[in-house]
Nanobody, 125 residues
Framework: QVRLVESGGGLVQAGGSLRLSCAASGRTFSRSPMGWFRQAPGKERDIVAVISGSGSIKYYTDSVKGRFTISRDNAKNTVYLQMNSLKPEDTAVYYC??????????????????WGQGTQVTVSS
């Protein structure tokens, strides 16, 4: 059974930092693009950052550029999201996803076929 399990979410004050982790099991995703998406209450699930299988290609949505960093450790089958200078508008459930048949760093949410259960990030003002 393939699983993606996120961890590292929580409550933090504005300006603080969190590091999210997503550990995959059941198969390796070392050649697959992986990404982080987030969904705030009443809103659609939107892309945050994605990374190619090799880690050489990364994409960030404009609102997190310069504050968030996506990385991966293929030996551990794990992808990370370092979030600095957090803002209240970053509050959302953060989901990890993998595009098992993809390449590069695709931005289209529907291309991602494996998803984690999500982890809550709450930023207080």
């Amino acid at each position: 059974q393939v699983r993606l399990v996120e961890s590292g979410g929580g409550l933090v004050q504005a300006g603080g930092s969190l590091r999210l982790s997503c550990a995959a099991s059941g198969r390796t995703f070392s050649r697959s693009p992986m990404g982080w998406f987030r969904q705030a209450p009443g809103k659609e699930r939107d892309i945050v950052a994605v990374i190619s299988g090799s880690g050489s290609i990364k994409y960030y949505t404009d609102s997190v550029k310069g504050r968030f960093t996506i990385s991966r450790d293929n030996a551990k089958n794990t992808v990370y999201l370092q979030m600095n200078s957090l803002k209240p508008e970053d509050t959302a459930v953060y989901y990890c996803a993998a595009d098992s048949d993809g390449s590069g760093a695709p931005r289209l949410r529907t291309l991602y076929d494996y998803w984690g259960q999500g982890t809550q990030v709450t930023v207080s003002s």
